[in-house]
């Protein structure tokens, strides 16, 4: 069926350390793979999206990287601030009429 | 700049009671989502919609019901509310962009308790 597993479910790191998040998807046609930010008390709200035919996408700070073989994809912040802290939410395309499949979230900490 | 508004932030409904959320999005999306959030959960999706009268069942749809008879509205009713729909419920809206991008607008989310 259509699932999406996130792991880990909480996380805390240090100020300026990294962070990582995991996401593995069931459907082996899925193509697209946004990550959503939510902070306290907020919307969700886009932060980055990669689609199948690439196998990394950068933007500042943050990182999204896909293997599609294994069928998962990873969350990448680097030099992380408290600022960064809040819930982040994998998802996956299910069909093309942008059915999204999110994953359970993580909340991430970042301790100054 | 894409605009979703949610009818209320705030939502006490007695056990019972029939129970309307409405969504409206301003940016002329023919994808509309609604969602509930719970803790360790994450969002999961009960409805959404294609287009205007359309709708399809999403994972959690068991005690709701949808209804879009105009584009930018899409409302979620709860026929006979119960103590478990007691949660935060975000709607969204998208479209695909040219390039196969699908991103999801979310509305400010509408805490519903039910006593």
């Known amino acids: 069926g259509e699932n999406v597993e996130q792991h880990p479910s909480t996380l805390s790191v240090q100020e300026g350390d990294s962070a990582v998040i995991k996401c593995t998807y069931s459907d082996s046609a899925s193509n697209y793979f946004p990550w959503y930010k939510q902070e306290l008390g907020k919307r969700p709200q886009l932060i980055i999206d990669i689609r199948s035919n690439v196998g990394e996408k950068k933007d500042q700070r943050i990182a999204v990287t896909l293997n599609k073989t294994a069928k998962h994809f990873s969350l990448h912040i680097t030099e992380t601030q408290p600022e960064d802290s809040a819930v982040y939410f994998c998802?996956?395309?299910?069909?093309?009429?942008?059915?999204?499949?999110f994953g359970q979230g993580t909340e991430l900490s970042v301790k100054p | 700049d894409v605009k979703v508004t949610q009818s209320s932030r705030y939502l006490v409904k007695r056990t019972g009671e029939k129970v309307f959320l409405e969504c409206v999005q301003d940016?002329?999306?023919?994808?509309m989502f609604w969602y509930r959030q719970d803790p360790g959960l994450g969002l999961r999706l009960i409805y959404f919609?294609?287009?205007?009268?359309?709708?399809e069942k999403g994972d959690i749809p068991e005690g709701y019901s949808v209804s879009r008879e105009k584009k930018e509205r899409f409302s979620l009713i709860l026929e006979s509310a119960s103590t478990n729909q007691t949660s935060m419920y975000l709607c969204?809206?998208?479209?695909?962009?040219?390039?196969?991008?699908?991103?999801?607008?979310f509305g400010p989310g509408t805490r519903l308790t039910v006593t």
């Open positions: 998802a996956a395309l299910y069909n093309q009429g942008g059915k999204l499949i």
């Open positions: 919609s294609y287009d205007v009268k359309m709708k």
């Open positions: 940016m002329d999306h023919e994808n």
């Open positions: 969204a809206s998208s479209f695909p962009t040219l390039q196969g991008h699908y991103e999801q607008y």
